[in-house]
């Protein structure tokens, strides 16, 4: 089946840092990516989309500049957190369309730490 | 916009017995897709069950199927012979035809006793 790895599973940054978090499809060619964000004890919201080698799709409320999105590849998608604050502390996790008819594959996700 | 809500935070029962999870969602789009997805402590998503809006029969995976009204905008998720494996949230989710991410409900916590 339609598998997406997202790296690294945990991580814990300084305040003021940046932290890059990979989604890969490894056994299918993902043409849209989507991120998520989850706070604890609440439900997935949808940051962005992002299609293979164009600009992403950011919703309502989401900072670009502060959440950078590339998708160089069909099989990887990168989520970028610039300038982190505790603020951002959050779950992210990854989402790939593609592999099965009208199918989501999620990553594992990833708990970012902003200390 | 489209909305999804579930209206049950939480939800307990004994193993064995059968539960059902609502979802009732709000959209002006004509073709759409329905999904249930559970995520355990591990915090993977798992599809549970996945229905088209086109197909008026209702989606059956093993013990899970979905009473899907349509006309309701209601998307219910019946859980049979409960399991204790069954414990984790539940979320009820929604995309649009084209190539959408998802909306998701607000989870229920079901938590199957033994």
């Known amino acids: 089946g339609a598998v997406v790895s997202q790296h690294p599973s945990r991580v814990i940054c300084k305040s003021g840092t940046s932290v890059k978090i990979e989604c890969r499809s490894l056994?299918?060619?993902?043409?849209?990516m989507f991120w998520y964000r989850q706070f604890p004890k609440q439900s997935l919201m949808l940051m962005a989309t992002?299609?293979?080698?164009?600009?992403?799709?950011?919703e309502q409320g989401v900072e670009k500049d502060k959440f950078l999105i590339n998708h160089a590849s069909l099989t990887l998608s990168t989520l970028t957190v610039t300038s982190a604050h505790p603020e951002d502390s959050s779950f992210y996790i990854c989402?790939?369309?593609?592999?099965?008819?009208?199918?989501?594959?999620f990553g594992s996700g990833t708990r970012l730490t902003v200390v | 916009a489209q909305t999804v809500t579930q209206s049950q935070p939480e939800m307990s029962v004994q193993e064995a017995e059968t539960v059902t999870l609502s979802c009732t969602y709000d959209?002006?789009?004509?073709?759409?897709?329905l999904f249930w997805y559970k995520q355990p402590p591990s915090r993977q998503m798992i599809l549970v069950i996945r229905?088209?809006?086109?197909?008026?029969q209702n989606a059956t995976e093993n013990r899970f199927s979905v009473n899907f009204q349509k006309a309701a905008k209601s998307f219910s998720l019946k859980i049979s012979d409960s399991q204790l494996g069954d414990t984790a949230m539940y979320f009820c989710?929604?995309?649009?035809?084209?190539?959408?991410?998802?909306?998701f409900g607000k989870g229920t916590h079901l938590i199957i006793q033994p």
């Open positions: 992002s299609n293979e080698g164009s600009k992403a799709t950011y």
């Open positions: 989402s790939a369309r593609g592999g099965q008819v009208y199918g989501y594959t």
């Open positions: 959209t002006s789009e004509s073709n759409y897709y």
């Open positions: 056994d299918f060619q993902a043409t849209t």
């Open positions: 229905q088209e809006a086109y197909k008026q």
């Open positions: 989710a929604f995309a649009g035809g084209g190539a959408d991410g998802l909306t």
